[in-house]
């Protein structure tokens, strides 16, 4: 890899990590090249990775030496983890623990951790307001990620804490606006008619997380927050209605009464207005 400093960048095939890996790959006078963490290096993504100059090493957070291997010579490195790859609050904090370890191990100088806010330094989780989910969560994907910073620091691994939010990609899936049944195409959000929505391209992580890197020590420690945009449902409604050619409504979701407090058994009297607003959701066995 020359002399440039290397960057690991965990997730590398997927949406945050290989935007970051391909940032850093456009940048040839950035001084750094990327090792591309991946469970399979035969991938379509991971191949693309290599053709443009990656080093793809395979690298599984529940095989932790792996990632400790994966992690020798590097000089910083890019880590997120996804949640959404189980939908379990305790999991991702194990992947968070492996990812500490192999930092501190490897002694790497500049990490960026792809991080959300903790929402019960907000919103403690004794307030009525907010159902308790997976035990101790107001919002299980953020709050894991967020009480995730406080190993990066106990750890004394040199962390600068990229505050991320929604991907306007998320109106290319899941949140895409779908056709009522009066013919109008409708983009129906959980959200106040409005409110702003902050929202990021998903590319403008792994430039940020290398501008920062590219910073040197400046931002060590220090928390960094980034979006793209604050819209209301009216606004993304008219953007996309924009970009499609056609009209799109804004729809909001209205809030619905909470039941009283009853300890744990709170997620399971929400599952089935879950299932209403997200179909895909599953029972957890």
Same mark, same amino acid.
């Given at each position: ?43 379509? &993504? *991971? @191949? +693309?990775?290599? !053709?443009?100059?990656?080093? #793809?090493?395979? /690298? ?6 792996? %990632? ?20 379990? &609050? *305790? @999991? +991702?904090?194990? !992947?968070?623990?492996?990812? #500490?370890?192999? /930092? ?6 500049? %990490? ?174």
């Amino acid at each position: 890899m020359n002399d440039k400093k290397v960057i690991a960048v965990a997730g590398a095939t997927g949406a945050q990590g290989g935007g970051a890996a391909r940032a850093i790959l456009a940048d040839p006078e950035s001084g750094f090249t990327v090792c591309a963490l991946t469970r399979n290096p035969d991938s379509p &993504a *991971a @191949k +693309e990775l290599a !053709e443009l100059g990656a080093e #793809v090493v395979r /690298a599984d957070f529940y095989d932790e030496p792996s %990632v400790h291997k994966a992690f020798e010579g590097a000089y910083g490195a890019f880590l997120v983890t996804n949640f959404w790859a189980h939908g379990s &609050a *305790a @999991k +991702e904090t194990e !992947e968070i623990e492996v990812l #500490v370890r192999a /930092a501190k191990a490897a002694g790497l100088r500049h %990490v960026v951790w792809s991080t959300l806010e903790d929402t019960r330094e907000l919103l403690p989780l004794d307030d009525e307001r907010m159902p308790v989910l997976q035990e101790k969560y107001n919002v299980p994907h953020f709050d894991a990620k967020g009480e995730g910073n406080e190993l990066f620091r106990q750890a004394g691994v040199p962390t600068t804490f990229l505050n991320t939010t929604f991907f306007f990609q998320g109106f290319l899936s899941m949140m895409a606006p779908k056709r009522a049944e009066d013919g109008v195409l409708t983009l129906t959000l959980p959200f106040e008619d409005g409110k702003l929505l902050a929202g990021v391209d998903v590319d403008d992580i792994g430039r940020t997380a290398l501008a920062i890197l590219k910073d040197g020590e400046r931002f060590i420690g220090q928390t960094v927050g980034l979006a793209g945009d604050h819209l209301t449902g009216a606004q993304n409604a008219e953007k996309l209605g924009a970009a499609i050619g056609e009209p799109v409504r804004f729809q909001s979701v209205p809030y619905l009464p909470l039941p009283r407090r009853t300890g744990r058994r709170r997620d399971r009297q929400h599952v089935p207005v879950l299932r209403r607003l997200r179909p895909g959701i599953h029972r957890r066995p």
